[in-house]
C-alpha cells in the first residue's frame, strides 16, 4: 500500500507530457491521511473503476494546488476522496474554466463527509466511487447545481459550504489542536458545558467569552454586539443531524443564524435549535396587547436574540482572529469580513439524495408568512 501512495504522489509534480485520453475524462484526487481510512482508499485504488480513471494521491495543500490546476481540458469529473477540509482547499484552488465545465463527485472518506452525505452519498467511499464512475460511464448519474460560500477577508477569499464564527469556533479550534476521536470530542463538549455552568475549567470558560461584533445581513445592522455563534451555510444542514434553519433559502440567498445570547443560554436552546426550533420569547408573551397579533403569526413568539434568516451579503466587523470554512479553522486579522454566494457548482448526486422533513416543510411555510 505504501509502495502504491508513493507511486500516485509522483505522479503530482511529475510535469512530463502526457496523451489525452479517454480516462482521463474522469480523476480522482486522493487525501489518504483523511480519516485515517486506509482500507477504503485501498479499495478504490484496487476496484476495477479505478482503472478507467487518472488518479492522483496527495496530503499535501501545495500538491492540490498542482493537481487541481493540471485537471486537463478533457476533464469532465473530479471525484474526491478525503473529507471536508480536502473538499474546501480544492474549491479555493478551482479555476473558473474548471468550475464551468468539471462536475464534481464528493466521495466522503473523512471524518464527518458532512456534504457528501448531504449529496446522497452512504458512508462507504468505495460504494460511492463504483456508483460514480459506472454512472458517469454510462450516462446516468444525476447532478445537482449548487452555490457556495465565498468568504473575503482582506486581500484575500476562500469558499466553502459552511461558516462559522464565535465560541464554537474557538472549541473548535482546541480540538484540532489536542486528541482526535469521539472520546475527545465528548470529553471537551462535557468541559466547555461545565465551563458554561460552573466556570471550570477556567481555560474552557475563556474560550466561550462572546464573541464581539457589528454585523450586517444585506445592509440591516442587527441590534446585538455580543454573539455565541454566527453560522451561514448553503446546503441547510451543518453537521450530521444540525439543521437549524428554519426558512427555506432562494436561488440567489444563503442562510444565516446567530445567537445573541451567553454560552449557558445556548447550550440549554442547543437541542432544539439542531433542528430548527427557535426558543419563546418568554418576555413578549406577557404582553397581551399584542396577544392576538402572535396568534396570527406564531414567528412573532419566538426569542429575538436567535436571528435565523436568508440573504445575500454578511458583513462581520469583529476582533476575532478565527473563524471556519467546512471544519477548517481560517485566520483572518482583517478585522472584516464579507460573506456572498460565490460560484454555481455541478455535484454528482447519490443513490439516496437528502430531502428536508414534511415537518420542516411546514414551519418553513408558517415562519414565511
Known sequence: MEARLTEERRRVT?????????????????????????????????????????????????????????????????????????????????????????HLALLGGGTMNVTSRWCGFSRDPVRNFRYVVRGHRTGELLYKEVPILEVTAGGGFHRGFTFGMGPVV??????????????????????????????????????????????????E?????????????????????????????SRNAFYCAAAAVSARELSLAMPFLVRGWLPLDLAALTEPGRLLERLRNPALFTDPRYINRTGSRLEIRTEEPLYTLDGEIIQSTAGELAIELGPTLRLAVGAGPRRPSRLKERLSRVSSR
Not at 23 to 35: T, Y
Open 170 to 219: 474557538r472549541l473548535l479550534d482546541a480540538y484540532e489542536r489536542g486528541r482526535k476521536g469521539k472520546v475527545a470530542a465528548l470529553r471537551l463538549a462535557a468541559q466547555a458545558i461545565a465551563a458554561a455552568w460552573i466556570k471550570s475549567p477556567q481555560e474552557y470558560e475563556k474560550l466561550l467569552t462572546a464573541q464581539v461584533a457589528d454585523i450586517q445581513v444585506d445592509g
Open 221 to 249: 445592522k442587527l441590534p446585538y454586539s455580543e454573539f455565541a455563534a454566527v453560522f451561514a451555510n448553503v446546503t441547510g444542514q451543518i453537521n450530521p443531524g444540525v439543521e437549524p434553519f428554519v426558512n427555506e433559502r
Open 14 to 102: 511529475d510535469r512530463r507530457a502526457r496523451q489525452d485520453k479517454r480516462e482521463a475524462q474522469v480523476v480522482l484526487i486522493c487525501n489518504p491521511r483523511a480519516g485515517g481510512r486506509w482500507k477504503a482508499l485501498a479499495g478504490i485504488l484496487d476496484s476495477e473503476e479505478a482503472r478507467h480513471v487518472r488518479r492522483i494521491v496527495t496530503d499535501s495543500v501545495e500538491d492540490i494546488a498542482q493537481a487541481v490546476a493540471d485537471l486537463g481540458e478533457e476533464a469532465e469529473l473530479l471525484c474526491i476522496y478525503g473529507g471536508d477540509g480536502t473538499i474546501q482547499r480544492i474549491l479555493d484552488r478551482l479555476a473558473p474554466r474548471a468550475r464551468e465545465q468539471v
